[in-house]
């Protein structure tokens, strides 16, 4: 049914068209055309209206679908099957019901919208229709289990290369895997894995990249900690980003199974912002704060406390604040 | 159709009752009386015939359906919802399933036959119906991924003290976790994860353990490498050889999940049958031979070789053979 108003609005796109009219076209209420229009309307898609001219189609949100990501894909493997979603609970819930049934390597699940977007350490993520790249991508590395964990920094590394490339030169990141623009978050990542003791049968690595949400989309909290591609004024088309991250990924990733992963453990220490700087750090059982000297072959991170050096395996590090320019 | 039969026999179990009677009785032809007669025989029914007299059910295999379990059932959470199928593909493919779909701590997926056991290094199990007590535990234990490797050391040491109390005093471990009877295997291990970096979903550690297979029904080569209880010539009950199992199992886990592995791994030494001895490894890459000296905090083997001591992660451990005394 909205399928129906929203296609009679695009081949009526600038054009003002009454409610009685999509009312008769589509075979509905004028009620339920309104309550069409406004779901419509909070997808992203500019409908402008007044009485008695009825409703204009101004501008609809740019979408993904799979024929898009094909076309001038450059990458050999990631991305060349898109199972793509309007709305799902969770990318990642999704590809690891089709990595269970023997989905091969490079499969993608992208969604406009997710209901249940999950992040690290059981937080949410917040993924509004169109307004974020949200997408989960299956692999079968060769590597042991206890290597998965290397696979985060890897798709930190690919993503930020990525963003340079589109033009957000800024971005730099965080420990483990956050992608940080002046301090806030750009990208979320949840890589999850199945495995027997001494093989991995796949890895899911879950993106969310912010592209449209702008500030009047996000909650008080969120606006302190989070940040797109729109709010940093950096204009991206979502398909050539999209392209260009699967490129970057697969780049990386045939590193890593070919070399392992000194390199990208490199790369990732040139792009950190958290290297170098006063951190306090929340682990599951205790924290502390000290100075993030360095990475380990293992991928965790080394903090330099008064009493020590401390390993960290896992929990939150927060970079203590530093005073930033203000910038228009 | 093959249950209306099986029910019709154990009803006048030890009486001979013709071909013709079933038949009446069950609705079917005398041609599918006896096919489903054969597919009986197969399964462990000891089914006598003769011309004229007909067939007799001298003894039914000993199943485990969950009522039977529950029955006396020590233990406070393991066992306590067993999830039970005459036949699975892999009990672990089920229990994995399930565990996705949040099943809980301490279910277990029991099947009387698996179509397609699954072992380490992707070798199959044989599985064959009520030969073997095959299941798998779903568990959500708190430690961190990468301590999910020594769930599978627990399982060998758990299984290992519940083989001692049953009788089967011979029993002793063969890295990682192979449990053997003078050489010959007599349980198979397969423990499967679903992880994010930093958190475990869930553990399923599939066990399967050889009772009532018999010589005959072991191909030549099966015969060389596995036992079973019946053939080692102790008898014991699977439902009370499996709450044994179950209750050890749960002791081991509230131990790990209290005080960690340290008890553990210290109990495994203790039954090793691996340690001390001259081993061959074949790992992915290479292989050599050495003896085996110790295990690590991490549950890797320490193989001291001409040229130094290799630490063994993966891969297959072979006792160099020693001399055994032939037995009657």
Not at 95 to 111: F, M, N, P, S
Not at 140 to 155: D, H, N, V, Y
Not at 237 to 245: D, G, P, T
Not at 306 to 314: C, K, N
Request: aromatic share 8%; charged share 25%.
């Amino acid at each position: 049914m909205r399928q129906d108003v929203l296609d009679f609005l695009l081949r009526n796109q600038h054009q003002f068209i009454s409610g009685q009219k999509i009312s008769e076209e589509c075979g509905i209420t004028r009620t339920a055309v309104w309550k069409h229009i406004q779901v419509l309307r909070q997808r992203g898609y500019v409908i402008e209206s007044y009485t008695k001219r009825g409703y204009c189609l101004i501008e609809a949100p740019e979408l993904l679908p799979p024929e898009r990501v094909y076309d001038g894909l450059k990458t050999q493997v990631f991305g060349c099957d898109v199972q793509y979603f309007e709305k799902v609970d969770s990318t990642n819930n999704v590809a690891k019901k089709l990595a269970e049934d023997g989905a091969r390597e490079g499969t993608i699940v992208l969604a406009e919208e997710q209901s249940g977007g999950r992040g690290r350490l059981s937080r949410g993520w917040y993924s509004p229709f169109a307004k974020g790249i949200w997408f989960s991508l299956i692999l079968r590395p060769p590597f042991m289990p206890m290597e998965a964990s290397k696979m985060t920094l890897l798709a930190a590394v690919a993503l930020t290369k990525a963003f340079h490339k589109v033009g957000l030169i800024e971005s730099g990141i965080k420990w483990p895997n956050d992608i940080l623009v002046k301090g806030r978050k750009i990208v979320g990542i949840l890589t999850e894995l199945s495995a027997s003791m001494e093989h991995i049968n796949y890895v899911v690595m879950g993106i969310g990249i912010n592209t449209g949400l702008a500030k009047r989309d996000l909650s008080k909290d969120l606006k302190k900690i989070s940040t797109s591609f729109l709010i940093e004024n950096v204009p991206v088309s979502r398909k050539a980003l999209f392209q260009e991250v699967l490129f970057q990924l697969e780049q990386y990733y045939a590193i890593a199974c070919t070399s392992g992963f000194d390199k990208i453990l490199a790369e990732w220490k040139i792009l950190s912002v958290t290297l170098g700087q006063d951190v306090e750090v929340t682990m599951p059982d205790r924290a502390f704060t000290g100075k993030a000297i360095d990475l380990n072959d293992s991928g965790h991170l080394l903090v330099e406390t008064e009493t020590g050096i401390e390993t960290v395996l896992a929990g939150d590090v927060k970079v203590r604040p530093v005073a930033v320019e203000p910038t228009n």
